[in-house]
């Protein structure tokens, strides 16, 4: 059966918000560019699609995007510096991420929502599944979650959305799904979905976290899509229709992630991320862990 669907090869990156929660560090540099322990948000989210095989990315970028373009291309200056230097660790870091993938631009133009964002990716991705990738959720390199999601696209065909479990006063910060079991412990099939829904309305205490794989026939549901919640073009509002008629574009799936998600969305989260994944790290781990746990106590005496 895996053999009936096209292989996935294509990545695509809203990226054209403005990321006002952030402001003024976004005045003049995009949201995608804030550092995460010493990686820029964007670098993380173009590693996880190559590593899940999707080594063509398409980056959906509005006004004041440029860094992000000069990011994953070459720098010739600063590389030929650091060759004369002879500095071969930071010239490995600086060709990193221009090295990493083929990287594609559109703009957005107008902020239409993320269904319109993803409508704007239609002429580069053509008829074949791709992939989504929201910003502001990292997910652990160790917990492979796209590659789990594009085995399941593999076998059902169709559209497939990443659930999270949250607690009840959460769902309304997300797109959340009704589901029913599958043969598989974790894949479920979506019958609805609700964006951002009440605590009374949300259909499941699943959350839709920011990893999608979707059948073409979504572009020609989102063209139809009406303004949903906050007036914007909404994919879950899509991928309702979809799941509603899988005569549209084949069902839509849910694969339900228990690993490692850092949220960069706000500025708590934001700071949350950096300090986990910071103690993760092997070079600044262990000295900044022991700093933290003095900190920590120092903190809790006080109070
Ligand atoms: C978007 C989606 C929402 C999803 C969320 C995941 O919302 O519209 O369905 O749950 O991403 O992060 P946003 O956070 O962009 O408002």
Redesign the pocket.
């Known amino acids: 059966m895996s053999q009936s669907h096209p292989r996935i090869s294509k990545a695509v990156i809203p990226a054209a918000?403005l990321g006002t929660r952030f402001l003024p560090a976004t005045k003049a540099t995009p949201k995608e560019m804030l550092p995460v322990v010493d990686k820029p948000a964007i670098q993380y989210v173009v590693e996880e699609a190559v590593a899940a095989g999707l080594d063509d990315v398409l980056m959906v970028t509005g006004r004041n995007k440029r860094p992000l373009e000069d990011h994953f291309d070459r720098n010739y200056e600063l590389e030929s510096a650091l060759e004369k230097k002879g500095d071969g660790e930071r010239l490995a870091k600086v060709q990193e991420s221009s090295d990493l993938a083929t990287m594609h631009y559109v703009r957005q133009g107008d902020p239409k929502g993320?269904g319109h964002a993803v409508l704007c990716a239609a002429p580069h991705v053509g008829d074949e599944p791709f992939a989504v990738l929201?910003g502001?959720?990292l997910i652990d390199p160790r917990d492979p979650l796209l590659q789990r999601m594009i085995e399941v696209q593999q076998e059902h065909g169709g559209s497939v959305v990443a659930l999270m479990e949250v607690a009840p006063e959460q769902i309304h910060?997300?797109?959340s799904a009704a589901v029913e079991a599958t043969t598989d412990a974790d894949v479920v099939r979506l019958s609805g979905l609700v964006?951002?829904p009440s605590r009374e309305e949300a259909p499941s205490h699943y959350?839709?976290?920011?990893r999608y794989v979707l059948d073409p026939a979504v572009f020609d549901v989102l063209s139809k899509t009406e303004p949903g919640r906050g007036g914007e073009i909404?994919?879950?509002d899509a991928l309702q229709q979809l799941a509603a008629d899988a005569t549209l574009g084949g069902p839509v799936h849910g694969v339900i992630f228990q690993g490692r998600r850092y949220?960069t969305?706000d500025r708590g989260d934001y700071l949350r991320a950096i300090v986990r994944l910071a103690c993760e790290r092997e070079d600044l781990g262990p000295d900044f862990r022991t700093w933290l746990q003095r900190f920590v106590t120092e903190e809790m005496q006080q109070r």
Do not use: C, N
């Open positions: 918000g993320l929201l502001d959720d910060l997300y797109g964006e951002k959350a839709i976290i920011g909404q994919l879950t949220d969305g």
